[in-house]
């Protein structure tokens, strides 16, 4: 599979010229829920439950930014055979395009434009710690485990929330829910407010160490602050 890395720069650029996009992330537990593995994410969200969802979400093949890791996935062939059998050609970007700025210390062009938007946050009880650091205008709280059992409660909210506040940008921080969440609206409202998948890139601002590399770096002193 090839992967475009799109430089993070551009997409500041296109947040600050209000140029309205889409951002999708699938990576391992997408993949593995897709191409029929058992089991469940880091968030319990279940392979089974989620895997006509994350389907269908790619079969859609919107234009929007469909995104994976450019590093392998340890399941390529049954990946790429699915896609194939599936007739998906989409364009894939690099999806850890966000975290690899967060881990260069590099996230403050992307704060600063965020506390000056309009942003509905989607995401578990965790994102408040952060309500006041990036002004979310609103938070709709999804499960911290398993969202995708409340997928049809999310999605009426944000279209309803939508409607009413009419944000610029939604912030997606809700597991397998975000994919599918997105695929329902980007139909209705993506030309008209910026939707973004940024996963678990503000965890460890929340003080939470989900990932290797943050607790490697707060090991090493890192302070995980947002400026």
């Avoid at 089974?48 to 890791?69: C, M």
């Avoid at 946050?121 to 999804?142: P, W």
Wanted: proline fraction near 3%.
């Amino acid at each position: 599979m090839k992967v475009i890395n799109r430089p993070y720069a551009n997409y500041i650029d296109d947040l600050e010229a209000g140029k309205f996009f889409t951002f999708s992330r699938f990576n391992d537990g997408e993949w593995n829920s897709i191409v029929g593995r058992l089991g469940h994410n880091c968030d319990y969200c279940d392979y089974d439950i989620a895997r006509i969802g994350l389907s269908t979400a790619l079969s859609h093949q919107y234009d929007y930014y469909y995104t994976t890791s450019a590093a392998t996935y340890y399941e390529d062939t049954m990946r790429d055979e699915w896609l194939a059998n599936n007739g998906i050609t989409i364009k894939w970007h690099d999806s850890d395009i966000f975290h690899e700025a967060s881990e260069r210390d590099e996230l403050k062009p992307l704060t600063d434009i965020i506390k000056q938007m309009k942003v509905l946050c989607v995401g578990n009880t965790y994102m408040r710690r952060l309500q006041s650091a990036l002004n979310f205008t609103r938070l709709i709280q999804a499960p911290a485990r398993d969202a995708t059992r409340a997928i049809g409660r999310i999605t009426a909210e944000v279209r309803k929330r939508y409607k009413e506040e009419k944000p610029d940008l939604i912030f997606f921080a809700a597991g397998f829910a975000t994919n599918m969440v997105i695929d329902r609206l980007h139909p209705e409202i993506g030309s008209e407010c910026f939707m973004i998948d940024f996963g678990s890139v503000f965890d460890p601002y929340q003080g939470r160490l989900t990932r290797t590399y943050m607790i490697e770096q707060q090991t090493k002193g890192r302070q995980w602050i947002i400026a």
